[in-house]
C-alpha cells in the first residue's frame, strides 16, 4: 500500500459550535453563549483597541481538513486551523514528498514531515499542517485494520473517561452533570490592582455557585506577568482552584521558571501553544508546569501527543489534551493513555443546546455526567465519508 494522494482545503470549523443565531430560531437555547460577548484577558488585552474580544485581532482563518488516499482506495480524514497558509504547507510541500509512502508508518512519517519543515521550523504554522496530515494517518490505519484508533494506540485505560467542562456558563456546566468546570479569566496584567479584584469577584461567585465538591481551574490564556500571576495566585487561595492555567506567553520559558519557583504550592498548567515535542521536553526538563495541555490538532497530531504524554509520564507530570474532548481525535488519544485522566470539553453551545446538536463530527461522542465514551467505528469514527466531506468544504 502507497500514498498516492493528499490533499488539504478549507472547511467549517466542527470543534466548537455555538448553536446561536442572534434574532433567529434558536430552538431550545436560553440565551446567547457566554463567549458571544465576554470579555475575556488575553495576550493584546494591554491595548485597548483589541482588548475586548479575541476575535477582534486573531485572524478570520478557515478551519482546515485533509485527505489523505492511498492506492488502493483507502483513505483517512485529519483536521486542524489557519486555513491558506496549513493548506498551502500541506498541498505544496509536505504533501507531495510523502506520494508514495507506506501510510501504515506513522512514526517514520511523522519523523519525514518534521525534517522537511526544518528549513522554517517545524513548530508553529508547520505544526498545524503536519498535525492534520498525521490525524488523517492514523484514521487510515485504523479504517484498514477495521479497528478505532484508541485499540492502535494501546487500548482503552479506562472504563470511561472523566470530563470537565470550560466555559463561563457555570450554571449550565452544572446542569449538564460535570463536576469539574473552568474559567476564562476576564482581566490580566494591564488592568492591574482592577483587573486582580476582578478576576477575584468571578472565582469568588463561581465558587459559591458549585460549592466545595466541584473542582474549579482558571484559564488565564498569555495574558499575565509574573507578578500578576503572583498576587493573582495570593488573592485566590480562598477559593481552592485546583489549576491556574497559560498565564505567560508560551516561548519565555525563563518567565515560566521564575513563576514555578514563587508559586511552589500553586498546580500550574500550560503548553497549548507549545509545537513539537521538544518544546514539552524542555518543559519536563524545568518542571514549569504540573500539567501539559497540547491541542492535538496543532502540536503535531497524535504521533506528537503520544510521545509529549510518555515523555510528561517518565518524568512524573500529568497531560490534558486541549479541548481534547472536543474532537473524536482527542477523545482517543486521552481514552487510551493512561496518563491522561482527564478530558477538557469547551462548552461552546448555547445552553439549553443538546451537546450532540453543536458539534461538527456527526459520528463523534459527547459527554454524559461528566464522562464519555468514543466511538467504537474504525479509525476515529468521525462520521464522515469522502462524500460527506463535500457538505462541510467551503
Given at each position: 500500500?502507497?500514498?498516492?494522494?493528499?490533499?488539504?482545503?478549507?472547511?467549517?470549523n466542527?470543534?466548537?459550535?455555538?448553536?446561536?443565531?442572534?434574532?433567529?430560531?434558536?430552538?431550545?437555547?436560553?440565551?446567547?453563549?457566554?463567549?458571544?460577548a465576554?470579555?475575556?484577558?488575553?495576550?493584546?488585552?494591554?491595548?485597548?483597541?483589541?482588548?475586548?474580544?479575541?476575535?477582534?485581532?486573531?485572524?478570520?482563518?478557515?478551519?482546515?481538513?485533509?485527505?489523505?488516499?492511498?492506492?488502493?482506495?483507502?483513505?483517512?480524514?485529519?483536521?486542524?486551523?489557519?486555513?491558506?497558509?496549513?493548506?498551502?504547507?500541506?498541498?505544496d510541500?509536505?504533501?507531495?514528498?510523502?506520494?508514495?509512502?507506506?501510510?501504515?508508518?506513522?512514526?517514520?512519517?511523522?519523523?519525514?514531515?518534521?525534517r522537511?519543515?526544518?528549513?522554517?521550523?517545524?513548530?508553529?504554522?508547520?505544526?498545524?499542517?503536519?498535525?492534520?496530515?498525521?490525524?488523517?494517518?492514523?484514521?487510515?490505519?485504523?479504517?484498514?485494520?477495521?479497528?478505532?484508533?484508541?485499540?492502535?494506540?494501546?487500548?482503552?485505560?479506562?472504563?470511561?473517561?472523566?470530563?470537565?467542562?470550560?466555559?463561563?456558563?457555570?450554571?449550565?456546566?452544572?446542569?449538564?452533570g460535570?463536576?469539574?468546570?473552568?474559567l476564562?479569566?476576564?482581566?490580566?496584567?494591564?488592568?492591574?490592582?482592577?483587573g486582580?479584584?476582578?478576576?477575584?469577584?468571578?472565582?469568588?461567585?463561581?465558587?459559591?455557585?458549585?460549592?466545595?465538591?466541584?473542582?474549579?481551574?482558571?484559564?488565564?490564556?498569555?495574558?499575565?506577568?509574573?507578578?500578576?500571576?503572583?498576587?493573582?495566585?495570593?488573592?485566590?487561595?480562598?477559593?481552592?482552584?485546583?489549576?491556574?492555567?497559560?498565564?505567560?506567553?508560551?516561548?519565555?520559558?525563563?518567565?515560566?521558571?521564575?513563576?514555578?519557583?514563587?508559586?511552589?504550592?500553586?498546580?500550574?498548567?500550560?503548553?497549548?501553544?507549545?509545537?513539537?515535542?521538544?518544546?514539552?521536553?524542555?518543559?519536563?526538563?524545568?518542571?514549569?508546569?504540573?500539567?501539559?495541555?497540547?491541542?492535538?490538532?496543532?502540536?503535531?497530531?497524535?504521533?506528537?501527543c503520544?510521545?509529549?504524554?510518555?515523555?510528561?509520564?517518565?518524568?512524573?507530570?500529568e497531560?490534558?489534551?486541549?479541548?481534547?474532548?472536543?474532537?473524536?481525535?482527542?477523545?482517543?488519544?486521552?481514552?487510551?493513555?493512561?496518563?491522561?485522566?482527564?478530558?477538557?470539553?469547551?462548552?461552546?453551545?448555547?445552553?439549553?443546546?443538546?451537546?450532540e446538536?453543536?458539534?461538527?463530527?456527526?459520528?463523534?461522542?459527547?459527554?454524559?455526567?461528566?464522562?464519555?465514551?468514543?466511538?467504537?467505528?474504525?479509525?476515529?469514527?468521525?462520521?464522515?465519508?469522502?462524500?460527506t466531506?463535500?457538505?462541510?468544504?467551503?
Amino acid at each position: 500500500m502507497k500514498i498516492s494522494k493528499i490533499e488539504a482545503f478549507p472547511i467549517e470549523n466542527l470543534t466548537i459550535r455555538s448553536g446561536w443565531t442572534e434574532g433567529g430560531d434558536n430552538g431550545t437555547a436560553r440565551r446567547a453563549p457566554w463567549q458571544v460577548a465576554a470579555e475575556v484577558a488575553n495576550p493584546m488585552s494591554r491595548y485597548p483597541r483589541y482588548r475586548a474580544l479575541r476575535e477582534s485581532w486573531r485572524g478570520k482563518f478557515d478551519a482546515v481538513g485533509v485527505l489523505v488516499t492511498a492506492n488502493d482506495g483507502s483513505w483517512g480524514f485529519g483536521t486542524s486551523v489557519f486555513g491558506p497558509a496549513t493548506t498551502s504547507l500541506v498541498n505544496d510541500h509536505l504533501g507531495p514528498l510523502l506520494l508514495g509512502e507506506n501510510p501504515m508508518a506513522t512514526d517514520r512519517l511523522f519523523d519525514m514531515m518534521m525534517r522537511i519543515s526544518s528549513p522554517y521550523s517545524p513548530a508553529g504554522l508547520a505544526s498545524y499542517a503536519i498535525s492534520a496530515i498525521d490525524l488523517a494517518l492514523w484514521d487510515l490505519k485504523g479504517r484498514v485494520l477495521n479497528m478505532p484508533v484508541y485499540e492502535l494506540a494501546g487500548g482503552p485505560a479506562r472504563e470511561r473517561q472523566y470530563c470537565y467542562a470550560t466555559g463561563n456558563d457555570t450554571d449550565w456546566h452544572m446542569e449538564l452533570g460535570f463536576t469539574g468546570t473552568k474559567l476564562a479569566c476576564p482581566y490580566g496584567a494591564a488592568d492591574g490592582r482592577d483587573g486582580l479584584r476582578g478576576n477575584e469577584e468571578l472565582v469568588a461567585k463561581t465558587r459559591e455557585l458549585i460549592g466545595p465538591d466541584v473542582e474549579l481551574m482558571l484559564d488565564c490564556w498569555m495574558a499575565f506577568d509574573v507578578e500578576f500571576a503572583v498576587r493573582l495566585a495570593e488573592r485566590l487561595r480562598p477559593y481552592d482552584l485546583k489549576w491556574i492555567e497559560d498565564c505567560l506567553i508560551p516561548e519565555d520559558l525563563p518567565a515560566h521558571k521564575a513563576l514555578r519557583e514563587r508559586l511552589p504550592w500553586m498546580t500550574l498548567t500550560g503548553g497549548e501553544h507549545w509545537y513539537t515535542p521538544h518544546a514539552f521536553f524542555a518543559g519536563a526538563r524545568d518542571r514549569v508546569f504540573d500539567i501539559f495541555q497540547p491541542d492535538i490538532h496543532w502540536a503535531g497530531g497524535l504521533t506528537a501527543c503520544r510521545r509529549i504524554a510518555d515523555m510528561a509520564d517518565a518524568a512524573g507530570l500529568e497531560v490534558i489534551l486541549h479541548a481534547g474532548m472536543n474532537s473524536p481525535y482527542g477523545q482517543h488519544l486521552t481514552y487510551a493513555h493512561p496518563n491522561m485522566r482527564w478530558g477538557e470539553y469547551f462548552v461552546g453551545g448555547a445552553p439549553g443546546l443538546p451537546l450532540e446538536n453543536i458539534t461538527g463530527y456527526p459520528g463523534m461522542a459527547v459527554p454524559q455526567d461528566g464522562y464519555c465514551v468514543p466511538s467504537d467505528a474504525p479509525g476515529f469514527g468521525h462520521g464522515f465519508t469522502p462524500d460527506t466531506l463535500d457538505k462541510i468544504t467551503i
